[in-house]
């Protein structure tokens, strides 16, 4: 290297070791640090200059809440709120161990420190910067003040008034002050605000006579009053109040307040089943909590709520609505005696109807009355849809292009073996169910098993679908992921689902196969906000041809199939029945052009606890199939709300032709041979391993088919009428001698 080169790498060193020693000499540590503290000083003068300026403001309105107003579609009054459910007492009236289980709770160094928390306030700060919305890390006394003096707005300014709130009242009130004020300004739920409507809410009792068990779960709400709130949390919903709990006298053993032996004994205190406010008698209380329950879905807590001023219009049509009762009194109340027949006091009707163009769910039915019977029978999901879900196996046979086991592709014509107890072919689950009253059908097509809801043929379309895929088509059309397990068995309906849930899978498929999710809430207006409705009709979840070929096929179930007792001239309908396991529940899930709407029937016992009953003997009519009660209901309704009938005609996109033509049977039993052990889904050899979704129809089976099939030992024998035996309407027997079976 030269001299000049040499000299230049010099330079260039030497610019370098500046650049870097002037970053030195800017980012000294001693700099730094003067930094930081000159930051903390202004930042504790800012502080101070708060402390002054911001004085404790006067208690805030909530004392003097408003009343919120439920409005029907057309703008008539459904409901209007009452004061807000509050009570305040005294410190001296709450058990010491009760007072304990809040600070256990929520801020167990309440007694030592001086009204705020920095770290946690800091937090969520930075938490409302992000946008992360509502946050913990807050005192006892930062809550008392947010509830009482100021407001739950999410804003820097409201957390730092909290801040300087706080620290003045903390000097100049007592603890057990605070303490009381907190307890009796917190919402719990159930629109209780204050500990006093909450021990009545959920235990019926005032709060000095709370234990500290009850006390610890109240306690426990207090952190997400929705969500814990026992006879509507979910069953995750239900564990994290659990461990909450159990949080929360573990702390208390902590703190000495409550002895290890005592702790030992205690039990979680289920709260008992909520009971309507007054003025929420008859449909109203269903109404408003249905309202209530989307609002929360769409982003507006249901505390938000419970503090009033708001206006609330519902989809509800109010003649519809009045329609909707009548037939359910007409077809089903006239015709039960709830005072002398132990089955009937156990009968529970529910409906939803949905307008199937917009999604609005223009009337619900939810039981004999929100102030005698709290759970809606529209909403609750604690029940199987039964066969209501056979036309989703066939839907999504439809949209998967499925074929059989010997590579014929599925549609109306398609021909199956209607054998009872048939094992299914291709499923690494053994699954065989029985048909009902153990009926075999030999060689049918598609539409006759949807006519008579024959269990062996959709259990093998399940398997040859697949029933992940399966699963995955009744999701995409509204059905909610609870109970719904990836086996043959789901052909029966075998998950939970409500009348909501199945009007908006049978509204899809009624809107050419574009998402119907039900909607309540037509608008929900605030004088600081109004509330953001989703829109009810979603995408396209199904091809248009997939829906109007169900569509199809379900006009003949009500034509010549189980829904007969729906068929009239007065309007074009299709539907499906269902009757769970044991007969515990009854569906019709039937519509219209123009109306959407599904029927159901729950057997819930009287006793305390409730618990799943059969309706068996209702009206003493023998079983309670979907084609009986519930198809009638429908009918009397659906001709009520379309004022009399209606000529409008499904426009369907179908290949043609699509429906086999139906031929007289005769109706000579037909029997089924007996193996002498029947793979089960459990893999049993027991001869009724599944509990099969019954049948019971008219019509007859369609002749042999060349098509390759597997041989069925009751193809060269004529099947009998499945029969509809409820209530007294045609059927083929007595039908208190059947068993009561899954059914149609």
């Not at 009343?67 to 007492?89: C, M, P």
């Not at 196969?513 to 004088?527: F, L, M, W």
């Not at 009757?579 to 515990?584: M, P, V």
Request: hydrophobic residues 30%; neutral net charge; glycine residues 10%.
């Amino acid at each position: 290297m030269g001299r000049a080169d040499e000299r230049r790498a010099r330079q260039q060193d030497a610019r370098r070791t500046g650049r870097k020693g002037g970053i030195r000499r800017l980012f000294t540590v001693k700099k730094l640090l003067g930094t930081f503290f000159v930051l903390c000083l202004l930042g504790m003068g800012g502080l101070f200059v708060l402390y002054l300026v911001v004085p404790v403001p006067n208690a805030n309105a909530q004392a003097e809440m408003q009343s919120n107003v439920y409005k029907y579609s057309d703008g008539t009054i459904l409901a209007r709120t009452g004061q807000v459910n509050r009570e305040i007492v005294g410190l001296d009236k709450i058990p010491k161990q009760v007072q304990h289980t809040f600070v256990a709770a929520e801020n167990k160094s309440f007694y030592q420190d001086n009204g705020i928390d920095l770290k946690g306030t800091a937090r969520g700060v930075v938490n409302t910067l992000r946008g992360k919305g509502k946050q913990g890390g807050s005192t006892i006394t930062q809550q008392y003040v947010k509830n009482y003096y100021l407001n739950q707005d999410q804003t820097i300014t409201r957390k730092l008034k909290e801040l300087v709130i706080s620290l003045k009242v903390d000097r100049q009130k007592e603890k057990d002050e605070i303490l009381a004020g907190y307890i009796n300004t917190s919402y719990y739920g159930r629109d209780a605000y204050g500990i006093q409507a909450a021990a009545q809410a959920y235990y019926g009792v005032d709060a000095s006579k709370l234990n500290v068990a009850q006390g610890a779960y109240l306690a426990a709400l207090l952190q997400a009053p929705s969500q814990y709130n026992w006879s509507e949390a979910t069953e995750k919903g239900k564990r994290l109040v659990t461990q909450r709990w159990n949080y929360v006298l573990d702390n208390m053993v902590e703190q000495h307040w409550l002895d290890t032996s005592e702790r030992a004994g205690l039990k979680f205190p289920v709260p008992r089943e909520p009971k309507a406010a007054p003025g929420m008698e008859g449909q109203t209380g269903y109404l408003v909590e249905a309202a209530q329950d989307e609002l929360a879905r769409q982003g507006v807590d249901k505390a938000e709520i419970a503090q009033g001023g708001w206006t609330i219009t519902l989809n509800i049509d109010r003649k519809r609505q009045q329609s909707l009762v009548k037939a359910v009194d007409r077809e089903l109340e006239s015709k039960i005696d709830r005072k002398k027949n132990t089955t009937d006091a156990t009968v529970q009707a529910g409906a939803t109807s949905v307008d199937p163009k917009t999604g609005h769910v223009v009337a619900l039915y939810g039981g004999v009355g929100a102030t005698e019977h709290w759970i809606s029978n529209a909403t609750r999901s604690d029940y199987q849809p039964a066969s209501t879900f056979k036309p989703i196996v066939f839907a999504s046979a439809l949209e998967n292009g499925s074929e059989t086991q010997d590579g014929r592709k599925i549609d109306t014509a398609t021909r199956y073996d209607g054998t009872s107890k048939r094992p299914v072919v291709g499923s690494d689950t053994p699954f065989a169910p029985e048909n009902e009253d153990d009926r075999s059908y030999g060689n049918i097509s598609v539409q006759t098993a949807m006519d008579k809801s024959v269990n062996s043929v959709f259990a093998q379309m399940v398997v040859d679908v697949g029933p992940p895929a399966v699963k995955q088509t009744a999701l995409s059309m509204g059905m909610r992921d609870k109970g719904f397990p990836e086996r043959p068995a789901i052909t029966l309906g075998t998950m939970n689902a409500s009348t909501w849930d199945m009007a908006g899978v049978y509204a899809t498929l009624d809107n050419h196969g574009k998402k119907i999710t039900p909607s309540i809430v037509k608008s929900a207006e605030h004088k600081d906000r109004t509330a953001e409705i989703a829109d009810p009709v979603g995408t396209q979840v199904v091809a248009r041809e997939t829906a109007d070929t169900v569509t199809h096929v379900l006009q003949d179930v009500v034509d010549n199939g189980s829904g007969r007792e729906a068929d009239t001239t007065d309007y074009d309908a299709a539907g499906k029945t269902g009757t769970s396991e044991n007969n515990k529940s009854a569906w019709f899930a039937g519509y219209t052009p123009q109306l959407t709407t599904v029927v159901a029937l729950f057997g819930e016992s009287t006793k305390d606890g409730g618990g799943q009953v059969t309706l068996t003997g209702t009206a003493n009519s023998g079983r309670a199939n979907g084609g009986g009660f519930p198809a009638r209901i429908w009918a009397d309704y659906t001709r009520g709300a379309l004022n009399g009938g209606s000529d409008a005609q499904f426009d369907l996109d179908v290949t043609e032709p699509v429906r086999p033509t139906p031929t007289v049977e005769p109706t000579t039993p037909t029997p089924t041979p007996t193996p002498s052990t029947e793979p089960s889904e459990s893999g049993s050899t027991s001869p009724d391993p599944e509990p099969s979704d019954t049948t019971s129809d008219s019509g007859t089976p369609d002749p042999p088919s060349t098509s390759p099939i597997t041989p069925s030992p009751s193809d060269d024998v004529t099947p009998t009428d499945g029969g509809e035996s409820s209530g007294g309407f045609p059927g083929d027997g007595p039908s208190t001698s059947r068993r009561p079976l899954l059914g149609q």
